[in-house]
């Protein structure tokens, strides 16, 4: 069996690089590198040095230029303690190779570190099931660059064929694992999708966003109960799913797995299971980090793979987080009171416009305005269940 070690250990020392491509600016690589940081922080890593540089695409052999990877190799010399280089966007397993030659220390890219954070994670069967089965198909197309040995030739003893290379049998032994993981996971899904059905008539509600947003903060207020979150990045991979009432009004909350840019297809594709919660949901909370710099393409980066499960079209209260670290950023400590106001009304009625009167805006940890929130998901689940069930007065009122 093949079996592939942890990326990131605690304290490993890393550089970063990313690469500016015609389609891309400086700024939008900048925040894409400070991503990257956080990811590698969550993994255990220190961030050392960053790295960019502007090509019109990625070199096929060595992803970089040679002038680039020389002037890494220096600083690696100079510092004596980096022990991996992490690259921004897919490496093939040729590239991953070359480089390491070239370099002399661990090349990863950023799905082998997301994997890498969501192993680390993953506490039930099936979250567990789920990230093996994206590891193994990260690993099949690099077998040829993650293997030094696999160009020498097998014999033909017990299942290899004559002549076959050890690089094939790899192969079969992976996708025979690929498939052995998909029968298992199909059947984790079976019993997930009856425990779904057992739930019966109450309307549900899950929670989405991008990862970091304060989604099980919320979960936990909204709740009343106890959701593991911490700020790091994919803090919750499993769905956690409580019963809430709110005015004898019974709903079903559910908290699910963060969105980001660049999430391995193969990522997406093995939880798409977890995600099952969403395309079965009644009502979607989209929860935004409102005083992140870019949240605005985070919001984005959601609705696009909201549209991918088919999920764009529900009925959605999106809740605008962290006001209070917003008002912090965006107010100079010499405006005056009347300014602010006039600056979050702006705010406020720009995405009231957009959303069609349909958000909130919230600071989780000070505990301001979910009352507010808390009369928006109500109002909307009475809706919802006066819908489906118009003679079921005792859930409206």
């Given at each position: ?136 198909q990260y690993i099949l197309p690099r ?88 700020n790091k990045l994919f803090a919750t ?73 088919g999920s764009a079209e529900k009925p ?82």
């Amino acid at each position: 069996m093949i079996e592939k070690n942890k990326v990131v250990r605690k304290e490993e020392q890393a550089i970063l690089v990313g690469l500016v491509q015609k389609d891309q600016t400086e700024q939008q690589v900048t925040e894409y590198l400070d991503e990257l940081s956080f990811l590698a922080e969550t993994a255990g890593a220190i961030t050392l040095k960053r790295f960019t540089q502007k090509m019109a695409h990625p070199d096929s052999k060595t992803f970089l230029g040679k002038g680039k990877l020389e002037e890494i190799k220096n600083y690696i010399i100079l510092k004596g303690n980096v022990s991996m280089v992490i690259f921004d966007d897919e490496l093939t397993g040729s590239q991953i190779i070359n480089i390491e030659k070239l370099l002399g220390v661990k090349i990863i890219d950023r799905s082998d570190l997301i994997l890498d954070i969501f192993a680390s994670r993953a506490k039930t069967a099936q979250a567990k099931t789920q990230v093996e089965l994206a590891q193994y198909q990260y690993i099949l197309p690099r077998l040829k660059g993650m293997w030094k040995h696999l160009e020498r030739q097998g014999g033909g003893v017990g299942t290899r064929g004559p002549g076959e290379t050890e690089i094939e049998t790899d192969r079969r032994i992976v996708k025979d694992k690929i498939a052995l993981l998909r029968k298992r996971l199909a059947e984790i899904d079976k019993q997930a999708f009856t425990q779904r059905k057992e739930r019966g008539e109450f309307i549900r509600v899950s929670l989405v966003g991008y990862t970091n947003v304060g989604k099980s903060t919320l979960m936990t207020l909204l709740s009343k109960s106890e959701v593991f979150a911490e700020n790091k990045l994919f803090a919750t991979l499993d769905t956690t799913t409580r019963k809430v009432v709110f005015e004898q009004t019974p709903f079903l909350l559910s908290d699910t797995v963060g969105f980001i840019r660049k999430l391995p297809h193969h990522l997406v594709e093995s939880f798409k299971s977890t995600l099952d919660e969403v395309r079965e949901a009644d009502v979607l909370l989209h929860v935004v980090d409102i005083s992140h710099p870019r949240y605005e393409e985070q919001l984005a980066v959601v609705n696009k793979t909201l549209a991918a499960l088919g999920s764009a079209e529900k009925p959605t209260i999106t809740v605008f987080n962290k006001m209070d670290q917003y008002e912090k950023i965006a107010f100079d400590e010499w405006l005056d009171n009347e300014v602010k106001q006039d600056i979050l009304r702006e705010l406020k009625e720009r995405w009231m416009n957009e959303t069609q009167g349909n958000c909130v805006f919230v600071s989780a940890t000070e505990r301001t305005n979910l009352d507010a929130l808390r009369q928006t998901i109500l109002n909307k689940v009475r809706e919802m269940y006066q819908v489906r069930y118009p003679y079921r007065a005792e859930y409206f009122y």
